[in-house]
């Protein structure tokens, strides 16, 4: 049987997922790319530095990473 408040919970939970995997994917790869210049990966994905560390720590991405 359908249950629509299971469906609802599900959907953001499902969202919310395949949002951070893209955000993670999106970027780890500008970082490699920019040789994990905070700097310059904040500036070509058009976010603060700030903001990209709270992402970043979101995520689970280190900065202490090495490419």
């Keep these: 049987k359908f249950n629509s408040d299971n469906f609802g919970n599900d959907l953001k939970a499902a969202t919310k997922q395949v949002t951070d995997r893209f955000e993670r994917e999106f970027i780890s790869e500008q970082l490699?790319?920019?040789?994990?210049?905070?700097?310059?990966?904040?500036q070509a994905i058009g976010i603060?530095?700030?903001?990209?560390?709270?992402?970043?720590?979101t995520l689970g991405l280190s900065s202490n990473k090495v490419s």
Excluded: P, V
Excluded at 48 to 57: I, N
């Design 48 to 57: 603060s530095r700030g903001a990209l560390h709270a992402k970043m720590k």
């Design 32 to 42: 490699k790319k920019h040789r994990w210049n905070i700097t310059n990966t904040a």
